[in-house]
């Protein structure tokens, strides 16, 4: 006779089922949420603070130099100006310099997809597939599995430079790095709470702007929203092409030097050849869409901060409406990240294609991606490829209001909770971020001190470009 239940039902003993590779063993999340709060004894939160500045640290200028290394050389004194424009742009230009010394620095060893560059000008808006405006972290050249921490005092940094260019006094700065761990952390334990599906999904809308306490934002926002919708291929093609003189129809691009040059036969020619690659990349499904555009010209387009000097075109594409499409083939670079993250104790698989790299990455850290994003190679060279003016836009950190700054601070700390919890449980990282704001002080006393090294790099670099040891085109 079988065993009985209270009610007086035979009870019936769980299936025993095979654990499958690729599946949790069991479903329930205590056993991770302890492996974190003992990860505390570890590594406890209040050591987050610490930062040690080696004595062969390379000084900012010969940073700036290694990392100018295989770029287009005519190309690095426009990167070097924008970087030396204040400490918050050097800091953008310099993710590999920040590595170097974060990689000194306690890590709890839990490694999450990163951003690699995740300061505060590389949050954004974009299209989804049907035109909706998704806000989230929007430039990946430097993804890389890695310490979580890293990401998150690189982004407290980035914040208490931007109150400081912005005006904010010294304690609004230190409370605006502090205020987006809160939020990162707080965003964890909500996470950790909905079902998988739930928290996996979560996207960033006015409900996550209330609950990281960035209602004062939605006015900047709408107005950024508002831009971003009508930022679309149609509106740069029609600035920066011109019809082709002559029968038929057709336009191609117009030189505006130095940010936007045609290149050329050859030149143009390698890049529409490897778009058949990319193709390859592509989910079968997109492929009728594009099979309804055909190649027009190509142009070569400088970009960024930190991606001056990367090879980078873009590509016209005309409907039979004659309506644009453009597509951005930009190189894809090495991260500067690996030889820290490896210096750090983690493992760096081997990258097969760095445009791959860049791409998944960004798959692992969005919501919602562009559809058409893919890789390719020309000439010998990854790339990664998406859509140009895809309705992005961003808030601009340096034009914050100073009493915005803390209430953006917050929004980009729970993206960012958001976009790691992709590739680590939530529930891992709720139990050793805590309750308490440990961690959070923490976090902002280490930012306001590599804010300080910062600045102190950027003056450095200044002086050297007023001494004529590095060439610099400012402006541009």
């Known amino acids: 006779m079988g065993v009985r239940a209270a009610d007086g039902r035979e009870a019936i003993a769980p299936r025993r089922l095979p654990h499958v590779p690729g599946f949790a063993r069991e479903p329930y999340g205590g056993v991770l949420r302890r492996r974190g709060k003992e990860l505390r004894q570890r590594v406890p939160r209040a050591a987050h603070q610490e930062l040690s500045i080696g004595a062969g640290r390379p000084d900012a200028v010969a940073a700036v130099e290694q990392s100018s290394a295989g770029r287009l050389p005519e190309l690095t004194p426009i990167r070097v100006g924008r970087m030396a424009a204040s400490p918050f742009a050097f800091l953008r230009g310099s993710a590999g310099l ?45 993804t890389i599995h890695g310490p979580w921490e890293w990401d998150v005092k690189r982004l407290a940094t980035s914040l208490v430079l931007v109150g400081r260019e912005v005006g904010a006094d010294a304690a609004a700065c230190r409370t605006a790095a502090y205020d987006m761990v809160g939020a990162y952390r707080r965003t964890l334990r909500l996470l950790a709470k909905l079902s998988a599906a739930d928290a996996w999904n979560a996207i960033a809308d006015e409900e996550l702007v209330s609950h990281a306490d960035a209602k004062d934002l939605l006015g900047t926002l ?95 594409l005309l409907d039979h409406r004659g309506e644009p499409l453009v597509l951005q083939v930009k190189e894809a670079r090495p991260s500067a990240l690996v030889p820290h993250v490896v210096k750090a104790g983690f493992v760096v698989p081997e990258v097969s294609h760095e445009g791959r790299r860049v791409i998944r990455g960004q798959q692992r850290m969005q919501v919602v991606s562009d559809i058409l994003l893919g890789w390719t190679t020309v000439e010998g060279r ?77 003056a450095e670099l200044v002086t050297a470009i007023r001494n004529g040891r590095i060439a610099a085109e400012p402006g541009v």
């Open 222 to 316: 709408e107005r950024v929203a508002d831009k971003a919708r009508r930022n679309t291929s149609a509106r740069f093609a029609a600035k920066a092409t011109e019809a082709v003189p002559g029968a038929g129809a057709g336009r191609r691009f117009v030189d505006a030097p130095p940010v936007l040059r045609r290149v050329p036969d050859a030149e143009a020619a390698a890049v529409t050849a490897s778009l058949g690659h990319y193709l390859d990349t592509l989910p079968e499904d997109r492929l009728p869409l594009l099979a309804r555009y055909a190649v027009q010209d190509v142009a070569f387009r400088v970009v960024g901060t930190g991606s001056v000097g990367t090879r980078s075109y873009v590509v016209l």
């Open 98 to 142: 920040m590595a170097y010394d974060l990689a000194t620095t306690p890590v709890t060893g839990v490694g999450a997809q990163l951003c690699g560059d995740a300061h505060a000008a590389n949050f954004g808006l974009y299209g989804d597939a049907r035109g909706h405006l998704v806000m989230d972290l929007n430039d990946f050249d430097e």
């Open 382 to 458: 990854p790339y990664q490829v998406r859509q140009f003016r895809n309705r992005k836009g961003s808030v601009d950190p340096a034009a914050l209001a100073p009493a915005e700054v803390d209430d953006y601070a917050r929004m980009t700390g729970a993206l960012l909770a958001r976009a790691h919890t992709h590739s680590v449980d939530p529930r891992l990282l709720a139990g050793y971020c805590g309750k308490n704001d440990e961690l959070d002080t923490a976090v902002a006393t280490f930012a306001v001190a590599y804010a300080d090294r910062t600045e102190a790099d950027h």
